[in-house]
């Protein structure tokens, strides 16, 4: 099963484009902060990751701001001539 799901703020947001079929898109860079416990040790975790939004995600998400914070869900794939992963969102929801 490949789903994340990610609390992370927006750090960047592209313009929205279209795929060649013609569909709305956006990329984005999220950046999340956390602790977690690892070996019996808390650690302080952060991460920057690129996403994309496809479709009426990408025009839900090109309306909120840059900083926001939210809960993001999706999978990870790497793109065609790409070695990092990208989170392709599926949904997102405030960040309670």
């Not at 898109?25 to 070996?39: C, V």
Request: hydrophobic share 40%.
């Amino acid at each position: 099963m490949n789903r994340t799901d990610l609390t992370a703020c927006i750090a960047e947001c592209g313009v929205i484009r279209y795929t060649p079929a013609g569909l709305p898109a956006l990329d984005l860079r999220l950046e999340h902060e956390s602790s977690a416990e690892e070996a019996g040790v808390t650690r302080q975790v952060k991460a920057s990751l690129k996403a994309v939004a496809i479709g009426a995600m990408a025009e839900r998400l090109g309306k909120q701001a840059v900083g926001s914070q939210w809960r993001f869900t999706g999978f990870l794939a790497s793109p065609r001539n790409g070695k990092h992963v990208v989170l392709h969102i599926q949904d997102f929801q405030q960040d309670l």
